[in-house]
C-alpha cells in the first residue's frame, strides 16, 4: 500500500511487455491491450484518491530507496528514489489516470503504426505519472524528459501535414525549458547538497540556514535559480512568449495525444510552479508576485482576443488554452489560499475540458475530415449527441455555473481581487471574451444551415459517446461538488500559504 | 642506490608486451601467409590479445603506483584506468573490423590489425608514462598509425584525402607540442615530469614566467588538434568521413581517451604550480574555457547542417570535446571522475552509433543521413539501439551521456562557472537537433525498400554491448561512480618516493 505511487507509475510498462510480443500486424490485439494497459494507473490512482487521507498534511504514501551516491570530496551526496504524494499532487494524478485512459480510447482513431503509438504512449503515462509522484528533483527532471521524448515521437509520427516541424519545434522549446530546469536544479544541488524535496523544504523554509546562506552571497544564486525555474515551467505551462510550439503541438498532433497534451502535460507547467516555485521558494515568488499577475494578464487577454479569429476550431481551443493558463497564472499571484485552490482547480478542470473538446476534434475530423469552422455548421441536424457534448463542453470552457470551469474561475479571481483589485478586474475581461468566442465556434459548427456533402455524416458511437460523458460527468462533479478535488489540497495549500507569512 | 635493468618488475609491463608480442606476431604471419589467404582471423587473435591486457591491466588496480626507468614508465590508478578505457575501446574497434573490414575492399587486410595494435600501443603509452620523451613517442606511434589507418582504403579517393589532411596538420600539432616541450627542457632541464614540476616553479619565480606560459600554450595548441577541440578540429570531419568506419571508431574513442590521459598529466603534474600562485585562474582557465566554449559552439552548430553521418558524429565529437575540456579548466573537485566518467561513456555510446552507420555504410552503400530513413521499419531493434546511443550523445536521461553531463555540469557549477554551464547546457539543446534529426528519419520517413535489415551476429553483440553500457550507466551510475571514486587519482600528480622496488 505504501508503494501506491510507485505502482501507479510503473503499471503503464506491464503494458509495454505485453505489447512487444503482439505482431505489428495485429492491430485489433494491440489496440485492446493498449487502451487495458492504461487501466491498471487509473484503477491504483482511484485508490490512491479514495485512501488520501484529507486530514493529513504533508507526503503520504511516502518511501524511497537508496539510488546512487555521488562522491564529491569526501562527502557522499545521497540521490534517492523517492515517491510520495500530497494534497497538491493528488488531484493532479486522478485526472492524468482518467485523462489517459479516455485519450488510449480516443486512439482508437489511430490507423497506422499501432504498436509503436501505444509503446510511447504508455511510456508517455509512465513520465507523466511520474513528474507528479516524485519527491526527488532529480527522478522528477528524469521522468520530466521522458515526457518530452515521448511526446517528440507521438506528435512526429501520428500527427497532421506539419508533424515534423511541429514535433521538432517541441523538441526544442521543451528541451531549452529542461534545461534550464537543469540548472535551477543543479544550483540547488550544490547549496544544499541534496535533492530531496524533503530536504530542500527543510533549509528553505529555515530561517538560520537562509540567513546564513544570503550572507554568503547566497541570495543572488537563489534568486538565479528561481527565474531558471519560472522559465523552465513558464516555457511548458506557456506564458505568454513562450507559447509558439503550444499552438502548433494543438493544431498538428494527433487529438488524442493533444487531449493529453493540454489536459496534462501543460498542467507540468503549472504544478512545477506551485511545487518549485511558490512552495520552495516562498521569499521571491512574494517579491515576483506582481510580474507573474501582469504575466497572467497578458495570457488572458492575448489568448482570448486571438481565439475570437481564429478559422481553425483545434486553434480556437489552442488560445483558448492560453488564456485559461493565464488564470492559473493569476490564482498563483495571488499567493492566498483561494487564488492557489483556484490554480489547482483551473489545472483540473482545464485538464477534463480540454480533454472533452479534443475528444469532440477527434470524433468530429474522423467524420468530416476538417476542423475548419467555415467548413463546417448545421451538424447538429446530423449529429445531435456530439453537438449536444460540444455544447456542454463549450459551457464549461466558459465558465457556466455549476460546472468546473466557473468554480476554478471563481477562486482564483476571488484570491487576487483580495491582493491585486485592479489586474483582477481586467482579467474578468478574459471571461466574457471567453463566452464570445467559445459561443461563436460552437454555433458556427453546430448550427446554421448544413455544410454541403455533410448529409451522411454520423452521429456518435458508443465507444466515443461513453468516453466523453465520463468526462461531462467529472466536470459537472467538480462544478456541483468542488470538494471532491478542494478536500484533498485545502491543508497542503494552506500550509504553503502559512509558510509564507501571508 | 643504482638500480640494474633486472631489478625492475617488469611484469607491470604484461599489458604493453602482450600487445606489441601480438602486433609482430601478426606482422610475420602477413608475410608468411598466402595473399589472397582471409585474415580475418587477425581481427579475432588481436581481440583476444586486447582481452588479455585488459585482464592484465584490471588485475593491477589497488596496488601502489609503480615506477620503471624514471618514470618512463608509470603504473598508478590514473594509467591503470585511462588503459583500461583504452582497451575496451579497442577491443570494440577490434570486434568491428572483424566484421566489417573485408578484404576484398582493404587489400592490405593484415597490416590493418597490426596498425592497429601498434596505435594502442601507443595509446597505452600516454596513458602510462610520466617522462616528455616516452609520451611523445606514445603520442606519435599512436599518430602515425593512425595516419596510414585512415588512408588504408587506398583506391578510395576519400580515404587518401583523408590521410593526406591527417599526415599534414597531425604533423603540425606533432610539431608545437615538440616545441612546447623543447622549451620545457630547456627551462628545468629534465624531461621527467616530476622533476618538471619542481623546478617549473623556481622558473616560473626567477623571471621566466613567460617562457613557462609560452610552453604550456604551445603544448595546447597542439593538444587541442589531438583531443579535436575547436579551432583545431579542421581535420576533423574530412577524416572521419574518409576513413574506414572502424577506423573513424578508432579515432573518436580511442585517440581521444589517450589524447585527454596525456593532457591531463602533462598539464596537471606540470603546471598545477599555476594554480596555487593563481595565474591559471587568470590566464590558463580563460583560455581552456574559450576553447571549451569554442568547440561546443562550432561543434554543435556545424553538425545541423551535416547530411553525412560520420561527418555528423566528428563534428559532434568536436562538441564533446568541447564538453571534457571543462572540468580540465575549472578544476573542481571531481575533475578526474568527471572527465573520466564522460570518456567511458563517450566510448560506448560513440561505438554503439558508429556500429550503426557502418551496418547502414555496407547496406545503403553511401553515408548519406538519408540511409536511415525507415529504419525503424526495417529493422526495429537497430532503429531502437540507435535511438538510445543519440539520446545518450545529446545528453538526454537515463542514459550514460546524460549522466556524465550532470556530472562535468555540477564540477562547472560548483567551481561557479555559470556561463560555461550555461552554454554547455545552451548548445546541448541545439545539439537535440542534429540528433533527432538522425530519428526523424528511421521514425518519420518512408523507407527506401521494404525488405527487412539483416543484422549479423558480430554488430548485433556491438549494439547490445553498447545499450547496455548506455542504459547501465545511466540508470545504475552507481557502480561505475564508486569504482571511479574510489581510484587514488591524486597518485598521477606526485612523485614516487624513492625505494626498493614493489613486491
Known sequence: MEMLPSWITWAPLLGVLVLLWIPRERTAAIRWVGVLATLPSLVLSLLLYVSFDTGKDGVQFAHSLHWFYL?????????????????????????????????????????????GYFLLFLLLEVGMMGVFLARNLFLFFLFFEITLVAAFFLIGIWGYVNREKTAIQFLLYN?????????????????????????????????????????????????????????????????????????????????????????????????????????????????????????????????????????????????????????????????????????VFQSVSHGFISALLFYFIAALY?????????????????MPVLSGIFLAGGMALLGLPGMSGFVSEFLAFLGLFETRPWVAATGTLGLILAAVYTLRAVMQTTF??????????????????????????????????????????????????????? | MEKVLLDYDWTVMAPEIIIAAAAALLSLAD????????????????????????????????????????DTYRVDDFALA???????????????????????????????????????????????????????????????????????????????????????????????????????????????????????VEAYQTGYDAFVLLSLFLMLLGFGFKIASAPFHMWVPDVYQGAPTPVTSFLAVVSKTAAFALVLRIVLVGYIFLYQMQIWQQVVEPVLLVLAGLSMVIGNTAALHQTDTKRLLAYSSV???????????????????????????????????????????????HGNISGFAG????????????????????????????FGKFYILMNALSTQHFWIAGIMVGTTVISYYYYFGIIRQMYFRPPASKDRMRVPMVPALLLVIGILGTVGLGVVPEWAVHWIGDLQWMSALTPLNAGPPGP
Request: charged share 10%; net charge positive; proline share 3%.
Open chain 1, 71 to 115: 562522491p564529491v570530496l569526501g562527502e557522499k551526496w545521497d540521490f534517492q528514489y523517492s515517491m510520495g504524494v500530497d494534497g497538491l499532487s493528488m488531484p493532479l494524478v486522478a485526472i492524468t489516470g482518467v485523462i489517459v485512459t479516455l485519450a488510449a480510447l480516443a486512439s482508437l482513431y489511430i490507423r497506422q503504426r499501432q504498436k
Open chain 1, 175 to 343: 528541451g531549452l525549458g529542461s534545461a534550464c530546469m537543469l540548472l535551477a536544479f543543479m544550483g540547488l544541488l550544490i547549496l544544499f547538497r541534496s535533492l530531496e524535496l524533503s530536504r530542500l523544504h527543510e533549509v528553505m523554509h529555515h530561517s538560520g540556514a537562509l540567513a546564513q546562506l544570503s550572507q554568503s552571497g547566497g541570495d543572488t544564486l537563489l534568486w538565479g535559480i528561481f527565474i531558471a525555474l519560472v522559465i523552465a515551467f513558464g516555457i511548458k505551462l506557456p506564458i505568454f512568449p513562450f507559447h509558439t510550439w503550444m499552438l502548433r503541438v494543438h493544431a498538428e498532433a494527433p487529438p488524442a495525444v493533444v487531449m493529453i497534451h493540454s489536459g496534462v502535460l501543460l498542467k507540468m507547467g503549472a504544478y512545477g510552479l506551485i511545487r518549485f516555485g511558490v512552495e520552495l521558494f516562498p521569499v521571491q515568488t512574494q517579491a515576483a508576485a506582481g510580474v507573474l499577475a501582469w504575466l497572467g494578464l497578458v495570457n488572458i487577454l492575448y489568448g482570448a482576443v486571438l481565439a475570437f479569429s481564429q478559422r481553425d476550431l483545434k486553434r480556437v481551443l489552442a488560445y483558448s488554452s492560453v488564456s485559461h493558463m493565464g488564470i492559473i497564472l493569476l490564482g498563483i499571484a495571488s499567493l492566498n489560499v483561494y487564488g492557489l485552490q483556484g490554480a
Open chain 1, 366 to 382: 474522423e467524420r468530416t475530415g476538417t476542423t475548419q469552422i467555415d467548413q463546417l455548421g448545421g451538424l447538429a441536424k446530423q
Open chain 1, 448 to 502: 446554421g444551415p448544413l455544410h454541403a456533402g455533410r448529409e451522411r455524416v454520423k452521429d456518435s458511437r458508443w465507444t466515443e459517446a461513453v468516453p466523453m460523458l465520463v468526462l461531462l460527468f467529472f466536470i459537472v462533479l467538480i462544478g456541483v461538488y468542488p470538494d471532491v478535488i478542494g478536500k484533498p489540497m485545502q491543508l497542503t495549500l494552506q500550509t504553503i500559504i502559512s509558510r509564507m507569512g501571508g
Open chain 2, 31 to 70: 608475410l608468411f601467409l598466402r595473399e589472397n589467404t582471409d585474415r580475418r582471423f587477425f581481427s579475432w587473435f588481436s581481440l583476444a590479445a586486447v582481452i588479455a591486457a585488459i585482464f592484465f591491466t584490471v588485475s593491477r588496480f589497488g596496488q601502489q603506483p609503480y615506477e620503471i626507468l624514471g
Open chain 2, 82 to 200: 585511462f588503459k583500461t578505457a583504452v582497451l575496451s575501446g579497442v577491443g570494440l574497434v577490434f570486434l568491428l573490423s572483424a566484421w566489417g573490414v573485408r578484404q576484398e575492399e582493404i587489400r592490405f587486410r593484415g597490416e590493418y590489425d597490426y596498425l592497429l595494435l601498434a596505435a594502442a600501443l601507443g595509446a597505452m603509452i600516454m596513458t602510462s608514462s610520466a617522462d616528455l620523451i616516452t609520451l611523445f613517442v606514445g603520442l606519435e606511434l599512436l599518430s602515425i598509425s593512425s595516419y596510414i589507418l585512415a588512408g588504408i582504403h587506398r583506391e578510395r579517393y576519400a580515404s587518401n584525402e583523408a590521410a593526406w589532411k591527417y599526415v599534414v596538420q597531425g604533423g603540425v600539432a606533432s610539431a608545437f607540442i615538440l616545441y612546447g616541450m623543447s622549451f620545457v627542457y630547456g627551462l628545468t632541464g629534465s624531461t621527467n615530469l616530476y622533476t618538471i614540476q619542481q623546478r617549473l
Open chain 2, 319 to 365: 562538441a564533446h570535446a568541447g564538453y571534457l575540456l571543462v572540468p580540465l579548466s575549472t578544476l573542481g573537485a571531481v575533475l578526474f571522475e568527471s572527465t573520466f566518467y564522460y570518456l567511458i561513456a563517450y566510448l560506448v555510446m560513440t561505438m554503439g552509433a558508429f556500429t550503426v552507420a557502418a551496418l547502414l555504410e555496407r547496406e545503403a552503400g
Open chain 2, 375 to 402: 529504419l525503424s521499419r526495417r529493422s526495429p531493434g537497430t532503429a531502437a539501439a540507435m535511438t538510445v546511443f543519440l539520446l545518450s550523445l545529446a545528453g538526454i536521461p537515463v542514459t550514460a551521456g546524460f
